[in-house]
């Protein structure tokens, strides 16, 4: 069965320190991964995806993501945080598919980052 | 113009009551979907709707019912309430092509709260 796993549930930074969350998935095809994160009191905004092609991909905010398929692993990184970055972070792989395409996310349980000034 | 809207964004209700939590898209998208998010922050998909018809439904207990009257609305009603149904819930939209996926961009979450 397709899986999400985030090893760190809670994680904390220095502003202006690099940062770097795990994310291994589980599933039988070519995967199509995302990374989401949630603001307190708000929605689910994208940061990135991969689809396919080059197995580093750019993202909002200063995100990036590097796609290693021997390793099942889509960690998102970002060079330096700030203080804004504190939220919850989800990765996520698109799942059930059907003939039209993928019709669900399997989100992991989550990363809270907090940083400190 | 919001993308994904729902309403209400935050409800608190009793036990055994019956309520309803509304969403609507504007992106022209085909499949909305529910998706139940824990006091772990754990995110889970209940439904998903495809040009109104149900394709998914994870083993969602009878209590909820989803309703999508058109491609832009899918609307969870939610019958005898529980403790356990103490969640944010959040509804989400997608265009559904052929073999490939398209970005499901996700409503601002309603705040239920049984008490």
């Known amino acids: 069965a397709q899986s999400v796993t985030q090893p760190d549930i809670h994680i904390t930074v220095s502003e202006g320190a690099s940062l770097e969350l795990r994310c291994n998935y589980s599933?039988?095809?070519?995967?199509?991964l995302f990374w989401y994160v949630q603001s307190p009191g708000q929605g689910l905004q994208l940061l990135l995806k991969?689809?396919?092609?080059?197995?580093l991909v750019q993202g909002i905010k200063g995100f990036e993501a590097e796609f290693k398929r021997s390793q099942s692993s889509f960690n998102l990184r970002k060079p330096s945080v700030h203080w804004s970055d504190a939220a919850e972070y989800f990765c996520?792989?698109?799942?059930?598919?059907?003939?039209?395409?993928?019709?669900?996310?399997?989100f992991g349980a989550g990363t809270r980052l907090a940083v400190h000034p | 113009d919001t993308a994904v809207s729902q309403t209400p964004k935050y409800l608190v209700t009793q036990m055994g009551n019956d309520k309803s939590i509304k969403c609507e898209q504007n992106?022209?998208?085909?499949?909305m979907y529910w998706y139940k998010q824990d006091s772990k922050k754990f995110l889970k998909i209940m439904f998903s709707?495809?040009?109104?018809?149900?394709?998914i439904n994870e083993t969602v207990p009878n209590r909820f019912s989803p309703k999508s009257p058109d491609k832009a609305h899918l609307n969870l009603h939610i019958n005898s309430l529980e403790l356990g149904d103490s969640a944010v819930y959040f509804c989400?939209?997608?265009?559904?092509?052929?073999?490939?996926?398209?970005?499901?961009?996700f409503g601002p979450g309603t705040r239920l709260t049984v008490l």
């Open positions: 989400a939209s997608s265009r559904l092509s052929g073999g490939s996926y398209n970005e499901q961009f």
């Open positions: 599933y039988g095809a070519t995967p199509y």
């Open positions: 991969y689809f396919s092609g080059d197995t």
């Open positions: 996520a792989v698109a799942a059930g598919r059907v003939s039209g395409g993928y019709n669900k996310l399997i």
């Open positions: 992106l022209g998208h085909d499949t």
């Open positions: 709707y495809n040009n109104k018809e149900l394709i």
